[in-house]
């Protein structure tokens, strides 16, 4: 391919509302060309890679024995009320009404268009296992529309249904999924942490993510490095490491008067302790049962999923009104001598048990106790593990220290169990002739956000640089100087690697030397091959790596074998 009748080129500067890496270098580069917020334009570079990553994802979903198929991607809203999803996800769906005054929503996931298409086909267990999947294009009505392509209002997804006679059946189907997903990304030269999903107390559990390390990220992941396992922050467990101290004799229980702010570091500094010696209390209202206090270390953070998962009962932290009403005085909450008839219960978070002499609130406008002690001054029922795990606690499984990382979910997958085939009536006839709802399983990966991810997790201050996979050319072809020698060895080389199915990108352009190299470098395709007048008289072309900073002058004859063998690699 010829650059300079290439449709899309680089751009001196990156467009002046990229928000993100993906988006700025992504444009500056050629690929994309933003239409509005969270919807773009692939040119035929982005388009290139978007092929290649699609070809990658149909490899292995055949390898676990997906068919492709198409859906359509406007759905009668009559299917979105079926299934219920037309009000639980009604914040991103995108409507739409022909004529008729029939109402129509654009396809965030395609449940509600394979299960009944499924129903027409199967009938008996000797139609099941069965699995199908699309690639196409997705609409969701994002507020936060940002981060390049990362976060799309229209993005590219495969989606891939899964149909079966039991839950065992799925369940080993869904482990093969797991491994082929783990090659997919393998593949696109990306680590992805497979996540257990939290979905907290009232969504099922059985799902699983999977994220790339990126600092775009929008997610935060806690990792052990040695046991190779990831955890979603909101549920991830540790141990908390304890602060020396812990063997001091417990000291008289003081009460005192004290001009403080209400932050634990405020606190802290007030007093002169560390913010672990503080006893915190984070009050929260709980649906249907009152006000319920945590209490934990001051340097820690309770976890709002954790707890409710706990309580098993949807809560939110107390508005400073309800605090009022009972007279609780925010900032000096405690479970010390708190007064007779507020209607609160406390819980702990194991965190406290081991710390003596704790600095805590009153439960009157300043004044605070020293020296309060589990046990001697206050009592605690209930204590489970409420605390958000983060950088620096322990793996509950090999006492390595845990990390805490930024990532991005390119994909997941559930298991659905019957909750479609029974809204849609997909049931079969089993071998013992009884009629039982299909077990389904799904499985997504966003294409266009992978394209974006691997950007952000492979670029350096040049530009992109792309895998070999999933790069849109094999080889960057240029001349230097105006010089009718190399441009011609230039042309030949192209041609011939072209004949044996090496993909060249050409700049075939009249432009300066240090242009030509840098755009290179935006592009970031894999092989560089420079031909120029001192290379020919070296007796070949310079060869250079994108993620290297060597070159090598190589034979021309050479060429071919060293590209070959870097592509099947
Ligand atoms: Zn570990």
Known sequence: MRYSIMFGKTRHDPPCDADSVNAKLLAQAGFVEKLAAGIYNYLPLGKRVLTKIEGIIREEMHSVGGQELLLPALHPVALWKKSGRDETMNDILYRTSASGNKEFVFGPSHEEAVTPLAAKYVQSYKDLPLSLYQIQSKFRDEPRAKSGVLRGREFGMKDMYSFHVSDEDLDKYYEEV??????????????????????????????????????????TIIICKKCKSSQNLEVAEGNVVDPDGTDEKELSLEEIDIERGFSVSDN?????????????????????????????????????????????????PASPETLKKVSLIQGYISPVNMPDGVGISFIGDNSIKNIKNFVTGANAFGKDYKNANLGRDFVIDDFADLVEVSSGFECAKCGTSLTEIKAVEVGNIFKLGTKYSEAFGLNFTDSDGKSKPVVMGCYGIGTTRLAGTIVEASHDDKGIIWPMSVAPYHVHMLTLGN????????????????????EVLFDDRDERAGVKLNDADLIGIPVRVVVSKRSLENGGVEFKMRDSEDSDIVEIDEILEKVKNLITK
């Open 178 to 219: 797991m491994t082929a997903y783990s090659r997919v990304f393998d593949r696109c030269g990306l680590t992805a942490h497979v996540v257990e999903a939290s979905g907290g107390a009232f969504s099922d559990k059985y799902s699983h993510e999977f994220s790339v390390e990126t600092s775009a990220g929008e997610d």
């Open 268 to 316: 802290a500094e007030a007093h002169g302790v560390p913010e672990h010696k503080i006893l915190k209390t984070v009050v929260y209202e709980v649906d249907g049962g009152g006000l319920l206090g945590v209490v934990i270390r001051g340097d820690l953070s309770v976890s709002g999923v954790k707890l409710e998962n706990y309580i098993k009962k949807p809560l939110r």
């Open 483 to 502: 010089d009718d020698t190399s441009f011609a060895a230039a042309e030949k080389l192209s041609s011939e690697l072209e004949e044996a199915g090496i």
